[in-house]
């Protein structure tokens, strides 16, 4: 009997204590949707997950950034963790950020950053350009074309690393595209790293791209960007595969 109660109170010495949990009271004060924020509070852990879901989910249900702070703040508080710290907050606030733009970038024709339209809108104009092609007989491989603009990421360079950098160096490039193609082309955003314009085809576009190279030399930019004419197959399926790819 005596060696089965030291067994006994060795197996009960030998159990995890139970982790922290919030009580009753805590979570009927965590704001919604912050439960998983204050469960790893409380646990000692790191929220910065959980701050990351969170985020994105009142960046979808419509809360401001400011509500979404707030709650932040709140959380911390009735968790007993003091005030948030900074890689919790950046965490919470750029997810709520680019959930946003996600939704933007739904809902309009234009890229909110560089103010370049939309790689969902130019898909829209090409398709417009191969319907009055269709209606008219005409070849769009003698009607239009792609100037593609590719400023490839490099250390040191305008476009690294943080995406603001990049955003204004590719609305830089927009803005010359816009000055040499004076009319109403299309001028988008291709991926991370391309600016493309839908141009109608004309003897003088060869010209027209050398002026957009030297322009752009001028600019603070990777010295290696590319610029080049980028010819649009003859099926309109084909060309959507075509700016995936550019945009890739």
Do not use: K
Not at 27 to 50: Q, S, Y
Not at 102 to 122: I, N, R
Not at 201 to 227: C, F, I, Y
Request: with cysteine; proline share 6%; aromatic share 4%.
């Amino acid at each position: 009997m005596r060696s089965l109660a030291l067994f006994s109170r060795r197996r009960v010495a030998e159990q995890p204590a139970p982790e922290p949990r919030l009580t009753d009271d805590q979570r009927r004060e965590v704001p919604t949707g912050f439960d998983a924020v204050a469960e790893a509070l409380v646990a000692g852990g790191t929220p910065m997950a959980a701050c990351a879901v969170v985020g994105r989910d009142l960046a979808c249900d419509g809360a401001s950034l400011g509500e979404a702070l707030s709650g932040l703040g709140t959380t911390y508080r009735v968790a007993g963790a003091g005030v948030p710290d900074f890689a919790a907050t950046e965490a919470l606030a750029v997810a709520w950020s680019e959930a946003t733009l996600d939704f933007l970038h739904d809902v309009t024709c234009e890229d909110p950053l560089t103010g370049l339209a939309s790689a969902p809108h130019l898909r829209t104009r090409l398709a417009e350009v191969y319907r009055a092609a269709e209606r008219e007989g005409a070849s769009i491989r003698t009607s239009h074309a792609l100037v593609v603009v590719d400023v490839p990421r490099r250390a040191g360079g305008l476009l690294e690393a943080p995406a603001f950098g990049r955003a204004l160096g590719l609305a830089a490039v927009a803005e010359v595209l816009r000055e040499v193609f004076a009319g109403d082309e299309t001028v988008a955003r291709l991926g991370s790293d391309r600016v493309a314009a839908l141009v109608p085809r004309s003897d003088t576009l060869g010209e027209s791209v050398a002026r957009v190279r030297a322009t752009l030399e001028r600019l603070p930019l990777p010295s290696h960007a590319g610029v080049w004419i980028e010819g649009l197959p003859g099926q309109r399926e084909l060309a959507v595969r075509l700016l995936a790819e550019l945009a890739g």
